[in-house]
């Protein structure tokens, strides 16, 4: 568990620096407040009325900041809030949590009581929550919700998924990632959880899609990279002879990850994408940026 006050203190001195003097003399007393009680009643009445206080423009974080965020927690990446969701998450690391019996009663009340900003400011704050490893099944079902902003604040830029999730909650989030069409680069450290079920669960995926004549991300090939086969030999070549400009360059990206013979020789076959490829101008997430037209990422 990561230090809570500390991250509290990190977020109110962001907000200290971007909002009212009205708005942080609010947030100081409910600091006050919470900090000498217990109360749930107390907390459930403060989460609520800081959309009073704050609102939902995005956290400006400079540099030094970011650094410090990461220092604090790594994978922490506030500069994805509004300040609605800063200051609830400091109310949330103020509430005392020492005893997991009343605090995780409490929090989950929260949450099937939350409305839908409620809701994503506390998937978002996963990641610095006490008492993490009580909090999976919670996670994995806020990823199960067809709310495409309450996915995102508990699947992108999230470092709680890839740290947390066994192996099937995780390839449902990426599957679901790839199902609502979201930003799959936005997903957290997520080369490190490839595996070989994910792999073929989106392999299956592409040729149903593709048998309807539906087309399906390019990013998805990221996850299937490692695992090429003899047996996508003919998806392969189909995308590179048929594939728009990003679907080929997904797809050589992809086979520059795998170790089959076949596949590293298409390579040469493209020599000026390959050379992107080794240089590290051409890589997942500046592709993704590419196909979503993210520049603020």
Same mark, same amino acid.
């Given at each position: ?91 949330l690391l103020l509430y005392p949590h020492k005893d997991p019996g009343k605090w995780l009663p409490t929090l989950g009340k929260l949450f099937e009581t939350a409305d839908l900003h409620e809701q994503e400011a506390l998937y978002a704050a996963l990641p610095v929550l ?6 999976? &099944?919670? !996670? *994995?079902?806020? +990823?199960? @919700? ?62 149903e899609r593709r048998a309807a004549g539906r087309a399906v991300t390019p990013e998805l090939w990221r996850f299937v990279g490692p695992f090429l086969r003899e047996e996508h030999s003919s998806d392969i070549q189909r995308i590179l002879s048929d594939g728009t400009l ?13 170790? &089959?013979? !076949? *596949?590293?020789? +298409?390579? @040469? ?29």
């Amino acid at each position: 568990m990561y230090d809570s006050a500390r991250i509290a203190d990190y977020l109110f001195s962001l907000l200290a620096a971007q909002s009212s003097t009205e708005s942080i003399a609010w947030l100081e007393q409910q600091k006050n407040k919470l900090l000498g009680s217990e109360s749930p009643s107390t907390f459930y009445l403060a989460f609520s009325t800081a959309s009073r206080f704050f609102d939902k423009m995005p956290l400006s974080v400079n540099q030094q900041e970011m650094s410090r965020a990461n220092d604090l927690r790594p994978g922490f990446s506030p500069w994805h809030w509004n300040h609605l969701q800063a200051a609830r998450t400091t109310l949330l690391l103020l509430y005392p949590h020492k005893d997991p019996g009343k605090w995780l009663p409490t929090l989950g009340k929260l949450f099937e009581t939350a409305d839908l900003h409620e809701q994503e400011a506390l998937y978002a704050a996963l990641p610095v929550l006490p008492h993490p490893e009580r909090m999976k &099944l919670r !996670a *994995a079902e806020g +990823l199960r @919700t067809n709310i495409t902003s309450v996915f995102d604040a508990a699947a992108l830029h999230n470092p709680y998924p890839c740290e947390y999730l066994d192996e099937p909650a995780w390839n449902q989030l990426v599957l679901k990632a790839v199902f609502l069409e979201r930003s799959l680069f936005r997903i957290y450290q997520s080369d490190k959880r490839n595996n070989i079920n994910l792999a073929q669960t989106l392999v299956d995926y592409a040729y149903e899609r593709r048998a309807a004549g539906r087309a399906v991300t390019p990013e998805l090939w990221r996850f299937v990279g490692p695992f090429l086969r003899e047996e996508h030999s003919s998806d392969i070549q189909r995308i590179l002879s048929d594939g728009t400009l990003l679907d080929r360059r997904a797809m050589l990206l992809a086979c520059s990850m795998s170790s &089959l013979p !076949a *596949a590293r020789q +298409l390579l @040469t076959d493209y020599p000026e994408i390959e050379a992107e490829i080794q240089s590290g101008e051409l890589n997942w997430d500046g592709l993704g940026r590419q196909i979503h037209g993210a520049h603020n990422y």
